[in-house]
């Protein structure tokens, strides 16, 4: 019986029309740090944040000393280099960082294309290269959360005034706001919660939001009826749709 035809397992480098083994399509990790915590972004969606770490797999495992890397802006042409941290023998993945993870921010501009270029020597002297596309996130939504006003016993609802403090507007369902209110009834205390996604906003446009009651979690109780509310806090505004949201509480 005739053995079935195999395709070669090829992929298209992301810079042009060079064939590149299989392990080029392995994925390419980028760790930032926003505050004290390493996250590692999709590709398409890096932040301002210092840049941590970038691990990349060649096509074979490299020989450390040879492995170089830059990031390029491809707008500009600014580049920043970086600097080997480990390589494995066994699966040819590179561990590559700046100097120092400001350095990123010299080069970085919002929803704008980079390109990741590292090349090495295999054991044998031979070539490997891997070049990939990288994007960054658009610019984050500006928001200001003006005032919350104080719900009345018994509503479950709470006008919140917010302001789109840039000159873009935002469509609806691309944010999320929610804030939580305390209720004391003697010796007794609980945390109402309310909250919703977003309406549209032109631009600069400052507006009321009214805000539903929300109760889907066991956390989340039903408002007492005939005790007033003593203040609203923890006011919360989730970017969605993979864009982020800077909040401020300035009018």
């Known amino acids: 019986m005739p053995r079935?035809?195999?395709l070669p397992l090829l992929a298209l480098s992301l810079s042009g029309c060079q064939l590149l083994p299989a392990a080029a399509?392995?994925?390419v990790r980028v760790g930032q740090a926003c505050g004290d915590i390493v996250e590692f972004s999709?590709?398409?969606n890096l932040s301002r944040c210092d840049l941590v770490e970038v691990r990349v797999t060649l096509a074979r495992p490299a020989v450390?000393?040879?492995?170089?890397?830059?990031?390029?802006?491809?707008?500009?042409?600014?580049?920043?280099?970086?600097?080997?941290?480990?390589?494995?023998?066994?699966?040819?993945?590179?561990?590559?960082s700046p100097a120092r993870g400001q350095d990123w921010q010299k080069i970085?501009?919002?929803?704008?294309?980079?390109?990741?270029?590292?090349?090495?020597?295999?054991?044998?002297g031979r070539k490997l290269a891997r070049q990939v596309r990288l994007h960054t996130?658009?610019?984050?939504?500006?928001?200001?959360?003006?005032?919350?006003?104080?719900?009345?016993p018994g509503d479950k609802v709470v006008t919140a005034t917010i302001a789109n403090r840039a000159p873009?507007?935002?469509?609806?369902?691309?944010?999320r706001l929610s804030v939580v209110c305390d209720q004391r009834r003697g010796t007794e205390h609980q945390t109402v919660y309310?909250?919703?996604?977003?309406?549209s906003f032109a631009a600069n446009e400052t507006r009321q939001v009214r805000l539903p009651l929300l109760t889907q979690r066991d956390f989340q109780p039903q408002p007492w009826a005939d005790v007033p509310f003593t203040e609203c806090r923890n006011e919360y505004v989730e970017g969605l749709r993979g864009r982020r949201v800077i909040p401020s509480r300035t009018p």
């Open 4 to 6: 079935p035809f195999l």
């Open 25 to 27: 399509q392995l994925p």
């Open 42 to 44: 999709l590709l398409g």
């Open 64 to 96: 450390p000393e040879t492995v170089s890397g830059e990031l390029v802006n491809l707008n500009t042409g600014a580049a920043i280099a970086l600097r080997l941290g480990h390589a494995d023998l066994q699966s040819g993945e590179v561990s590559l």
């Open 108 to 124: 970085f501009a919002y929803d704008t294309d980079y390109e990741l270029r590292v090349t090495a020597l295999d054991g044998e």
């Open 137 to 152: 996130e658009k610019a984050p939504y500006a928001l200001a959360w003006v005032k919350t006003a104080l719900p009345q």
């Open 168 to 175: 873009e507007p935002i469509p609806a369902g691309a944010l």
């Open 194 to 199: 309310f909250g919703s996604d977003t309406q």
